[in-house]
């Protein structure tokens, strides 16, 4: 029995092992199964990897108006502890946050002429070059009507000192193939070139082609030379010195050139010499579209010093400025040729600080001129403008009517620099108009 027992139990044992060999083969065999799956999906999603959007590059450029160098401006700089620097400090990280920043000179820089700086005809000291530099400005258009100040001589000291503080001037040069040439910068494999122009100059010394020179504006052969830019380029940046002081509205003459040089290929006008803001619009023509800031207004300037936020808004508005911030986009690998994208614009609104009332009447030490972020003053005064906003917005009728009291108090406080502050960046907003948003 036991034998028979042993025995059924080796009989029953057989199946056993058998089975478990079977099932061995077949893990096996599934388990190969789904390595070559596997292995099959695997290589059929890496063409897949190929397939993701390209990625893109970005270069941003920021962009302010006219750098005027009146006597109280040098005056100031003088007076402040660390020079021009000290005049728009505040604005620093706007210009150093971008790529490229742009700005007008309207002045020579030339000291050796052993004139000075005068009313309308305009020289400024040696050390402004490397405090624009400081700043992080790095295009400088010195295409404008005062642009032959100090004569030949001065266009030709003027980019001297320039150059010998790496910034790169537009719009002048020590002869005229170098004045009309384009300045491309490169960031990012995003190459931009830069043309200016002058629509008027003061006194026009163009005389000899090997002479210093100024590029006046002349649309046909702007158009030209932006049509070559375009060539060598991915974008198409014009400075134009244009239009009629203090008007807000940008005259017939700039619109239609406007109009001619988006056509030519142009993507951004950055326009100067009103001393006002004019409106920042998208212009098409020719089958494209390009921006149009008809004029960025003063950077610096000692322009509407006898402001006061009790006259009428609109006498301070040489003071207000504007940074125009656009972001240019590539797809990596893509050739030259016009292939970037004028993708963002944003602005920042900015206004000249003045204290020439204060001064004049004995109640200041120094000239204070400085340019302000009215954005980032405004959220420094969050507590008085919080005040301000919730007028009217309390539960009782009593509540009310003592925050009411209090924002009342708080705005008619004078000066109110909350209250001003927010009117300037109201009146930028609405002469800019809507092509345009506010960071
Ligand atoms: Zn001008």
Redo the contacts with the bound molecule.
């Keep these: 029995m036991n034998r028979i027992r042993s025995t059924n139990k080796i009989n029953d044992r057989r199946p056993i092992t058998q089975t478990l060999l079977r099932d061995c083969v077949t893990l096996w065999t599934l388990w190969w199964i789904a390595y070559g799956l596997i292995t099959l999906l695997y290589q059929e999603s890496s063409p897949r990897s190929i397939q993701t959007p390209p990625r893109v590059a970005a270069l941003r450029l920021a962009a302010v108006g006219?750098v005027m160098m009146h006597q109280d401006v040098q005056r100031a700089a003088d007076q402040a502890p660390s020079g021009f620097a000290a005049l728009w400090l505040d604005v620093v990280p706007l210009f150093t946050r971008a790529d490229l920043a742009f700005a007008n000179l309207?002045t020579p820089v030339a000291p050796r002429t052993g004139r000075k700086n005068r009313a309308f005809v305009f020289n400024a000291p040696a050390d402004l070059p490397a405090a624009l530099r400081q700043t992080g400005l790095s295009i400088i258009s010195t295409a404008?009507?005062?642009a032959f100040d100090q004569g030949p001589a001065g266009v030709r000291e003027t980019l001297e000192r320039l150059r010998a503080e790496k910034l790169l001037p537009v719009g002048s040069g020590l002869t005229r193939a170098e004045a009309e040439s384009a300045i491309i910068a490169e960031h990012n494999g995003i190459k931009v070139a830069f043309l200016a122009f002058t629509d008027?100059l003061n006194a026009n010394r163009n005389q000899r082609p090997n002479e210093p020179w100024v590029r006046v504006l002349d649309i046909d052969s702007a158009t030209e030379a932006v049509s070559a830019a375009r060539r060598l380029a991915d974008a198409v940046v014009v400075s134009v010195?244009w239009g009629h002081e203090y008007s807000h509205a940008p005259t017939i003459r700039q619109r239609e050139a406007a109009q001619r040089l988006v056509a030519a290929g142009c993507d951004l006008i950055l326009g100067h010499?009103p001393h006002v803001l004019q409106p920042v619009e998208w212009v098409e023509a020719g089958n494209r579209q390009g921006l149009v800031a008809y004029s960025l207004g003063n950077f610096i300037s000692n322009q509407d010093r006898s402001y006061h936020a009790t006259s009428p808004i609109a006498t301070g508005d040489s003071r207000d400025g504007v940074a125009l911030i656009v972001t240019f986009t590539k797809a990596e690998g893509a050739n030259s040729g016009g292939t970037a994208t004028l993708e963002r614009v944003d602005y920042e609104p900015l206004w000249t600080e003045n204290n020439w009332r204060a001064w004049k009447a004995g109640k200041a030490k120094r000239r204070d001129i400085h340019v302000m972020r009215i954005n980032a003053a405004l959220a420094k005064s969050q507590p008085v403008a919080a005040l301000a906003e919730n007028l009217g917005k309390e539960n009782s009728a009593q509540t009310a009517l003592a925050a009411g009291a209090r924002a009342n108090a708080a705005l008619n406080s004078s000066p109110n620099p909350w209250r001003i502050l927010r009117q300037r960046q109201e009146r930028i907003a609405s002469i800019l108009g809507k092509s345009v948003a506010a960071q």
Excluded: A, I, Q, W
């Design positions: 006219d309207e404008n009507n005062h008027l010195h010499h």
